[in-house]
């Protein structure tokens, strides 16, 4: 009875083994594959020794020089060359500093992977001797070790991640006060000669004066000028100067007026007492007589 049961069973316990080893199999081939669960656990590291922050340039303002009115900060971010474990990945922050407000100003805080440019109107900002800083934050991250579970059947990695942070600065002038014209000569306004020579001085250092002649065309001028061949009667002469900053002088007038002397011809005059010649010429008669011996 016990025989006829067994034999009546024995397709079940085959069809069980069989289950059974097509698991065991597969259990195998996926433990092969991927024969643990992964994990990472990072904690904050300070940045490896030799690791390079992200490299900062600015274009303008530029360092010692004068400035316009309409000043500009303009600068690009970029991260340095790959260097192993001392190597950022990523900027994930960007921000200035300037010397008439300490509080850091926000640029950008999308994640940078290789560059960028970037322009920032620095228009509103008082004139003077200023200085800026700009600060670009750089990241990377590393593997410094690994630990297996068995009871979770887990690896677990953990990563090391660290900060450097970049900066650039310049030191400037932001000229936002124009030059000022001032006439030195003629000191009178009555010229008596068809040649003037104008002397003038602008009260800083200019990159262009110009000079016009009774509205006519603009020439370049020094500090000091002839201006010749005049004719008589009413003249004007205006300057035009520009600082090194780019800003424009308010243009200045001078009126004078040019009265040439009066000249008369010189002839020869003949006597019967003897040889009398008489010399005219800018209104003065002179007489020279020989006397009889």
């Avoid at 065991?24 to 940045?47: C, D, I, L, M, R």
């Avoid at 303009?74 to 260097?83: G, K, M, Q, W």
């Avoid at 640029?107 to 322009?119: E, P």
């Avoid at 003077?128 to 887990?154: C, D, H, Q, R």
Wanted: net charge negative; proline share 6%.
């Amino acid at each position: 009875m016990n025989a006829v049961k067994l034999k009546a069973l024995e397709p079940t316990i085959f069809l069980i083994l069989l289950l059974s080893t097509a698991a065991g199999a597969f259990f195998v081939k996926s433990t092969q594959a991927n024969p643990y669960f992964h994990n990472a656990e990072y904690t904050e590291v300070s940045p490896p020794a030799g690791t390079q922050p992200p490299i900062i340039t600015i274009h303008t303002p530029q360092n010692g020089l004068c400035n316009p009115k309409n000043l500009t900060l303009t600068f690009d971010v970029a991260t340095p060359e790959p260097n192993g474990n001392k190597s950022i990945s990523a900027v994930t922050r960007v921000y200035y500093k300037g010397s008439w407000d300490q509080k850091e100003i926000e640029v950008t805080q999308k994640n940078i992977a290789d560059s960028a440019s970037f322009s920032i109107d620095l228009s509103d900002v008082r004139g003077g001797n200023l200085s800026i800083t700009v600060f670009a934050v750089g990241v990377g991250a590393y593997k410094t070790g690994e630990k297996f579970y068995p009871e979770k059947f887990t690896m677990i990695e953990y990563i090391g991640r660290f900060e450097v942070t970049g900066a650039s600065r310049v030191n400037f002038i932001k000229d936002v006060v124009s030059p000022r014209i001032t006439f030195l000569s003629p000191p009178n306004r009555t010229c008596f000669s068809s040649d003037v020579e104008l002397d003038f001085a602008v009260s800083e250092a200019t990159s262009d004066v110009l000079c016009s002649l009774d509205g006519k065309q603009n020439h370049t001028a020094t500090d000091s000028l002839t201006l010749m061949g005049l004719e008589e009667g009413l003249h004007n002469v205006t300057l035009y100067a520009v600082d090194l900053a780019g800003n424009a002088a308010e243009p200045k007038t001078l009126f004078f007026n040019v009265d040439l002397p009066v000249t008369f011809p010189v002839a020869p005059v003949e006597a019967a007492s003897g040889t009398s010649v008489a010399i005219v010429g800018a209104g003065l008669l002179v007489h020279m007589k020989k006397r009889k011996r």
